[in-house]
């Protein structure tokens, strides 16, 4: 499906397929989803019955500097009004709706010295317990040292 979408917007927009593949590796090695609610689709194509297309084409993504700064930063897809885009709202917070933030892994860090060097003593540090658990505990040390 991502072939059939990326060949609809090199034709309609003029883009090429080279700034889509770098526009994707900055996503993937920069930025990550922040926490949504309400509808999983943000997008339709207003059609009825077996017409109706789909789909989850709004997002809203940040930086780690952004997730370091207000890391209860979610967001909510609202009811479609007159677009067929939902609009989203953003919600900061200074306190966590309910769960605590999970662990993050951004690529890049493989590349910084401090961090891989703090990612290899937590993760030869000795937990006890179930082993799900010391891995747990093993991500959390891990983030800590971040």
């Known amino acids: 499906m991502l072939d059939s979408v990326m060949r609809i917007l090199v034709a309609t927009l003029s883009l090429s397929i080279q700034k889509l593949m770098d526009f994707n590796v900055?996503?993937?090695?920069?930025?990550?989803?922040?926490?949504?609610?309400?509808?999983?689709?943000?997008?339709?194509?207003?059609?009825v019955g077996d017409g109706r297309i789909i789909g989850r084409l709004d997002r809203i993504m940040c930086n780690e500097a952004w997730i370091d700064l207000l890391p209860h930063t979610s967001y909510a897809y609202l009811n479609?009004?007159?677009s067929d885009h939902s609009p989203m709202l953003m919600h900061l917070l200074d306190k966590p709706m309910?769960?605590?933030?999970p662990f993050k892994f951004f690529n890049y860090w493989m590349q910084h010295d401090v961090f891989v060097?703090?990612?290899?003593?937590?993760w030869n540090s000795d937990h006890t317990g179930f082993p799900v658990f010391r891995v747990?505990?093993?991500?959390?040390?891990?983030?800590?040292s971040s």
Do not use: M, Y
């Open 80 to 82: 479609h009004a007159f």
């Open 26 to 47: 900055c996503i993937q090695h920069s930025l990550a989803d922040i926490t949504s609610t309400g509808s999983k689709w943000s997008w339709h194509n207003k059609a």
């Open 117 to 122: 060097e703090a990612a290899e003593q937590a």
């Open 136 to 144: 747990i505990n093993k991500l959390k040390d891990i983030k800590v």
């Open 98 to 101: 309910s769960a605590p933030r």
